[in-house]
């Protein structure tokens, strides 16, 4: 079973920048493509960003294109998402999230909270 376990998160005033970090217990993350997802009080989950098996290819949500960036380092099989220019919208519990690329078994962290105060 993966275990995916999100950290980073807190309280940031507007315009500041938080980075989270997924930590997977996986064998190697090149078997999995994987992302970040929001959700905030009263809201569905979002889609944020995110990264394919091979990092060919990267998405962002147009809100936070440009201000957020995702990365991954598979030796430390670690997911990352490093926000800037935070605003108020951006608040929300961010999930990371793991889709196996073989048989696209899905995985979820538990969340991690971040606030951006005004």
């Known amino acids: 079973q993966v275990q995916l376990v999100e950290s980073g998160g807190g309280l940031v005033k507007v315009g500041g920048s938080l980075r989270l970090s997924c930590a997977a217990s996986?064998?190697?993350?090149?078997?999995?493509?994987m992302g970040w997802f929001r959700q905030a009080p009263g809201k569905e989950r979002e889609f944020v960003a995110t990264?394919?098996?091979?990092?060919?290819?990267?998405q962002y949500s147009d809100s936070v294109k440009g201000r957020f960036t995702i990365s991954r380092d598979s030796p430390k099989k670690t997911l990352y998402l490093q926000m800037n220019s935070l605003k108020p919208e951006d608040t929300a519990v961010y999930y990371c999230?793991?889709?196996?690329?073989?048989?696209?078994?899905?995985?979820w962290g538990q969340g991690t909270q971040v606030i951006v105060s005004s």
């Open positions: 990264v394919n098996w091979d990092e060919s290819a990267i």
């Open positions: 999230h793991a889709e196996q690329i073989y048989d696209a078994s899905n995985f």
């Open positions: 996986v064998s190697t993350l090149k078997d999995y493509n």
